[in-house]
Structures are given as structure tokens and as C-alpha cells.
């Protein structure tokens, strides 16, 4: 339970909606569930997030063949970047525009550095969990990490002049 909203924020940021991210997390909570007894002691965290982020992706997978589609789009809640109370209404629309623009960047990158992003800046995974979770090297997940991190900048830059 401790770890549910980082199921969640997770799931929401590869399925790109509410609906279906809470459809994830419960189908990872019930494998987690029947998992259970193989699980060693570990980060329960980074394995729960495994779960969901495989979840997540045959979610997506069998999306793909009901409709048809080749890529996904995916979108997020601008909220769960933006600061949760600003000081001003001045600093409350800034900081909604920002996260707006933040969100769109970080939705923009490629699913491999989108995913890798998340799961470092906003669930702040250590790399040997990253690494556990996405199936790659830590050198993978450094280099997808630098390179997610300029293309975001650089977005952000193009986006503001």
C-alpha cells in the first residue's frame, strides 16, 4: 500500500489516462498479490514498479492489436508536477503553465527516455532499481537518462524562445 501512488504516477505516464492507469495498478496489485510468495527481500518498491510497468505494457500491447495503432500517445497530470500550493494566483497560473510545458516535453521524448525519466526524476529510483525494472544495463539507464534529460532542456529551450 505504501507504494501505491508511485504505481500509479508511473502507470499514468505510460498508459496516459486515469481510466486505464488505475486498471493497471490494480491488475499489478492482484499479480503483485499471487507473486507474493516468490518475492525475496528486496526494494518492494522497484519490484511492485516492475509489475507495473509490465502491466502497463501488455495493457498497451493488447490496445495496439484491438485498434490497430502502431504508437501509443501518452499524456500525464500537469498537477503531479507543479507545485501543490503556490503563494500567489500570479505564481499559481505561472506554475501551470510551466507544468503544462514540462508535462508536454516529457511526454514528447521516446518511450525508452520518457520511461527512464520517471522513473529516476519523479519516482526517484535508484539506477540498479531502474535497471532491474526496465531489463538494461545501468550504463543503459545512465545514458538514457543524459540523453532524456538534454532532449528535455532542449525542448524546453526551443519551447521558450
Known sequence: ??????????ARWIVGNRHDAEDVV???CLRA?????????????????????NAAFTRLAGERRRRGIDEAATSSDPAAI???????????????????RLEAAIAALPDPYRETL??????????????????????????????????????IAKDLS
Open 26 to 28: 490494480q491488475d499489478a
Open 118 to 155: 520517471v522513473l529516476r526524476d519523479i519516482s526517484d529510483l535508484a539506477y540498479r532499481d531502474i535497471a532491474a525494472i526496465t531489463g538494461v544495463p545501468i550504463g543503459t539507464v545512465m545514458s538514457r537518462l543524459a540523453r532524456a534529460r538534454a532532449l528535455l532542456l532542449a525542448a
Open 33 to 53: 498479490f499471487r507473486a507474493i510468495g516468490d518475492y525475496s527481500a528486496g526494494n518492494a518498491r522497484a519490484w511492485l514498479l516492475a509489475i507495473v510497468r
Open 1 to 10: 500500500m505504501p507504494h501505491l501512488d508511485d504505481a500509479y504516477r508511473l
Open 82 to 100: 507543479a507545485p501543490a500550493d503556490p503563494a500567489t494566483p500570479e505564481a499559481a497560473l505561472i506554475a501551470k503553465a510551466e507544468a503544462t
